[in-house]
């Protein structure tokens, strides 16, 4: 695609959890429970009018699904407040002095009084039914490969809590999360390629972690794009979780929203009017009584209703390809699965398929009068849940006839995305009334401006120098969550590189074949790395130890040493393993003399690798091997 002839368009959210000691408005630690809930309660949730008497689409969207909440919680991680049961504390100091931090170094302006706003939100992660959000600062901008790139504001505001589980009309929510402090970076447009905001957003990721007060590891930071092409809407996409995604999404996007328009054109040019798509659903269950295909034999098994609907002038393009993952068929099969809560639809541009016959589909046709430009959608459920989801697939299908309609929608593992609801308006948003504003002080951010830290590009140039890294590694090191980890352990003697080396490529091998190296704490490995510092180890040994413990997180290195058997051989055993590999090989020292030392230093350190240093296992294999051809 020629981007800058479709006119796109991006700007970014980057939503980056806080690395503080309290949650954002109450004293509870920001931490996670991995183990059962203490307890659980039950909740639901409906919108309200702003104070202008209006009510935001996208929260009467997330009412009308009509879902029971189910909240898990555990005492040590919420109290009241995440109940919703008890006011908010004050905003949170530390969280704001970081949200100040970044704003200064991206020159941004602080706003004189930072007020308290709710937002309303309705899709149960959050218990009172709107996430609070602070304006910290405005303007500002970021610097990427010579070209300044504006920002819109810098935020903070409380992580949703986290969805565990979702079966039918009830949602499960676990409460550990809700609360965490979050600064939320807001760009401006400029975006106009998915390589330039892709670099664009590793940019704010790398200031972000600069601070070295935001949270590490996969799920504490998140991406939202809003992309557009000219004569196309703004699309928000939620969630991109995965740096390395955010370019394919961004294409994707830009693909998807240009087969839009495409289609549109193409419903013109077949004359086919909005009017004549209609909420006309037909009973068909009749034609498809004595069906093989398991997913309608089992609704009407179920005493449920298998419905069609005439989608005049589709044929072709219900099936279109909008981009890798999704068709013009799988966005009428979102909506009827959000409206009506059924598990998707079948359209004739994919039949015959999935046990549907060739005769069934003439048949159909037939009996719903349809012609061979129609394309027919046909749903499986009880019949009130039919009804409602062939309602949501005509509103979609009328919405095609004029291209991209605006809509919020959820990133997909690879990089394609799905309709999740309507793009919320401006009466979601309203002030807190429990949470008094909080003065931005110039003596305040006199102190903020002297600790600022190093930019990225600058700490890369003195890690290179003062550890003598090559830059690839100290690239690595850096834009890591365990720089500070490395800088304290370098400073104790051990091996820069080896640190580098362990805690970028290492773990990075591990995480990949399946080992759970989230579960290492800090100090299993400064442990470790003191076990090799203090020659109770050897280097070789670090990745068997590091699983270990990653699958042991209880225990501790001296632990896994022994549990391993991984200690250094004391020298009086490395010399009887080396004297008995000497006695064994004797003939080969007799053939080659010295040139027999390659083949038995290999020897040797196939059975002491791990236990023994090298430079220890040489001395000692040299001097029998001289010793041998002296006596010979």
């Given at each position: 695609m020629?981007?800058?002839?479709?006119g796109?368009?991006v700007?970014?959210?980057i939503h980056?959890e806080?690395?503080?000691?309290?949650?954002?408005f109450?004293s509870?630690?920001?931490?996670?429970?991995?183990?059962e809930?203490?307890?659980?309660?039950?909740?639901?949730?409906r919108?309200s009018?702003s104070?202008l008497?209006?009510?935001?689409p996208a929260?009467?969207?997330?009412?009308?699904?009509g879902?029971n909440?189910i909240?898990q919680?555990?005492?040590d991680?919420?109290c009241?407040v995440?109940?919703?049961e008890?006011?908010?504390?004050p905003l949170?100091p530390?969280?704001?002095?970081?949200a100040?931090v970044f704003s200064i170094m991206?020159?941004a302006s602080p706003?004189d009084e930072?007020?308290?706003?709710?937002?309303?939100v309705?899709?149960g992660s959050n218990?009172?039914?709107?996430?609070r959000?602070?304006?910290?600062?405005l303007g500002?901008n970021?610097?990427?490969?010579?070209?300044k790139?504006?920002l819109?504001q810098?935020?903070i505001?409380?992580?949703?809590?986290?969805?565990?589980?979702?079966?039918g009309?009830?949602?499960?929510?676990?409460?550990?999360?809700?609360?965490?402090?979050?600064i939320?970076?807001t760009?401006?447009p400029?975006?106009?390629?998915?390589?330039e905001?892709?670099?664009?957003a590793?940019r704010i990721g790398?200031?972000?972690?600069?601070?070295?007060?935001?949270k590490?590891?996969?799920?504490t930071?998140?991406?939202d794009?809003n992309?557009?092409i000219i004569?196309g809407?703004i699309?928000?996409i939620?969630?991109?979780?995965?740096?390395?995604l955010?370019?394919?999404?961004?294409?994707?996007?830009a693909?998807?929203?240009?087969?839009?328009?495409?289609?549109?054109?193409e419903?013109?040019?077949?004359?086919i009017k909005?009017?004549?798509?209609?909420?006309e659903?037909?009973d068909?269950?009749?034609?498809?009584?004595?069906t093989?295909?398991?997913i309608?034999k089992?609704?009407i098994?179920k005493?449920?209703?298998v419905?069609?609907?005439?989608?005049?002038?589709?044929?072709?393009?219900?099936?279109?390809?909008?981009?890798?993952?999704?068709?013009l068929g799988?966005?009428?099969?979102?909506?009827?699965?959000?409206?009506?809560?059924?598990?998707?639809?079948?359209?004739?541009?994919?039949?015959p398929?999935?046990?549907i016959?060739f005769?069934?589909?003439e048949?159909?046709?037939?009996f719903?009068?349809?012609?061979?430009n129609d394309?027919?959608?046909?749903?499986?459920d009880?019949?009130?849940?039919?009804i409602l989801?062939?309602?949501a697939v005509?509103e979609?299908?009328?919405q095609?006839?004029?291209?991209?309609?605006e809509?919020?929608?959820?990133a997909?593992?690879d990089g394609?995305?799905?309709?999740?609801?309507p793009r919320p308006?401006a009466a979601r948003?309203?002030?807190e009334?429990?949470?008094k504003?909080?003065?931005?002080?110039?003596d305040?951010?006199?102190?903020?401006e002297?600790?600022?830290?190093?930019?990225p590009?600058?700490?890369?140039?003195?890690?290179q120098s003062?550890?003598?890294?090559n830059?690839?590694?100290?690239?690595?090191?850096?834009?890591?969550?365990?720089?500070?980890?490395?800088e304290?352990?370098?400073?104790e003697?051990?091996?820069?590189?080896?640190?580098?080396?362990?805690l970028?490529?290492?773990?990075?091998m591990?995480?990949r074949?399946?080992v759970?190296v989230?579960?290492?704490t800090e100090?299993?490995?400064y442990?470790v790395f003191?076990?090799v510092a203090?020659e109770r180890t050897?280097?070789e040994s670090?990745p068997?130890i590091?699983?270990w413990?990653s699958?042991?997180p209880e225990?501790n290195g001296?632990?896994a040493?022994?549990t391993l058997s991984?200690?250094?051989?004391n020298?009086?055993?490395l010399?009887?393993?080396?004297?008995?590999?000497i006695?064994d090989?004797?003939?080969l020292?007799?053939?080659?003399?010295?040139?027999?030392?390659?083949?038995?230093?290999g020897?040797v350190?196939s059975q002491?690798?791990?236990?023994?240093?090298?430079n220890?296992v040489?001395?000692?294999?040299?001097k029998y091997?001289e010793e041998?051809c002296?006596f010979f």
């Amino acid at each position: 695609m020629d981007y800058k002839e479709i006119g796109l368009t991006v700007g970014i959210e980057i939503h980056q959890e806080l690395d503080t000691k309290h949650k954002l408005f109450c004293s509870c630690p920001p931490k996670l429970n991995q183990g059962e809930p203490d307890f659980t309660f039950r909740r639901r949730l409906r919108p309200s009018q702003s104070e202008l008497g209006e009510i935001d689409p996208a929260a009467l969207f997330e009412f009308l699904k009509g879902k029971n909440i189910i909240y898990q919680a555990n005492h040590d991680s919420i109290c009241l407040v995440e109940m919703d049961e008890e006011p908010p504390g004050p905003l949170d100091p530390e969280a704001l002095d970081i949200a100040l931090v970044f704003s200064i170094m991206c020159n941004a302006s602080p706003v004189d009084e930072v007020q308290v706003m709710r937002k309303t939100v309705v899709d149960g992660s959050n218990t009172g039914g709107f996430q609070r959000t602070s304006v910290v600062s405005l303007g500002g901008n970021v610097e990427v490969n010579g070209k300044k790139y504006n920002l819109e504001q810098v935020a903070i505001e409380e992580d949703a809590a986290r969805k565990i589980d979702e079966k039918g009309d009830e949602i499960t929510y676990r409460l550990d999360r809700l609360g965490i402090p979050l600064i939320e970076v807001t760009t401006a447009p400029e975006m106009h390629s998915p390589e330039e905001t892709k670099a664009v957003a590793a940019r704010i990721g790398a200031l972000l972690r600069a601070t070295k007060m935001v949270k590490r590891g996969i799920g504490t930071i998140r991406q939202d794009v809003n992309v557009s092409i000219i004569k196309g809407s703004i699309i928000e996409i939620k969630g991109v979780q995965d740096l390395s995604l955010l370019d394919t999404v961004v294409e994707y996007e830009a693909q998807r929203q240009l087969t839009l328009k495409k289609i549109a054109e193409e419903l013109s040019n077949r004359n086919i009017k909005i009017d004549e798509i209609r909420v006309e659903p037909v009973d068909v269950t009749e034609i498809f009584r004595n069906t093989d295909s398991r997913i309608l034999k089992n609704a009407i098994s179920k005493g449920g209703k298998v419905y069609g609907l005439k989608l005049r002038g589709f044929k072709g393009l219900t099936g279109k390809e909008l981009c890798p993952g999704r068709r013009l068929g799988t966005e009428l099969s979102d909506h009827a699965k959000y409206r009506g809560g059924v598990r998707g639809i079948f359209h004739t541009d994919e039949l015959p398929r999935y046990k549907i016959t060739f005769e069934e589909v003439e048949s159909l046709y037939g009996f719903m009068d349809a012609d061979e430009n129609d394309a027919i959608v046909i749903v499986a459920d009880e019949e009130e849940k039919c009804i409602l989801a062939l309602d949501a697939v005509v509103e979609r299908a009328r919405q095609a006839f004029y291209g991209v309609p605006e809509e919020t929608r959820s990133a997909n593992p690879d990089g394609s995305t799905r309709y999740t609801r309507p793009r919320p308006g401006a009466a979601r948003m309203y002030p807190e009334t429990d949470v008094k504003p909080v003065l931005i002080s110039q003596d305040r951010l006199r102190r903020i401006e002297d600790i600022l830290p190093e930019k990225p590009e600058v700490e890369l140039k003195r890690i290179q120098s003062d550890y003598n890294l090559n830059e690839k590694l100290a690239s690595q090191i850096v834009d890591s969550e365990y720089i500070e980890l490395f800088e304290e352990l370098a400073g104790e003697n051990i091996d820069p590189t080896l640190l580098a080396v362990t805690l970028t490529e290492d773990l990075t091998m591990l995480r990949r074949e399946g080992v759970p190296v989230e579960n290492l704490t800090e100090e299993h490995l400064y442990d470790v790395f003191k076990l090799v510092a203090d020659e109770r180890t050897a280097k070789e040994s670090l990745p068997g130890i590091l699983t270990w413990l990653s699958e042991n997180p209880e225990d501790n290195g001296e632990t896994a040493l022994k549990t391993l058997s991984l200690g250094m051989l004391n020298s009086e055993e490395l010399d009887k393993i080396i004297n008995s590999i000497i006695h064994d090989k004797v003939s080969l020292i007799e053939e080659r003399g010295m040139g027999a030392f390659g083949p038995l230093m290999g020897i040797v350190m196939s059975q002491v690798r791990g236990k023994a240093n090298p430079n220890q296992v040489q001395e000692i294999l040299q001097k029998y091997i001289e010793e041998r051809c002296n006596f010979f």
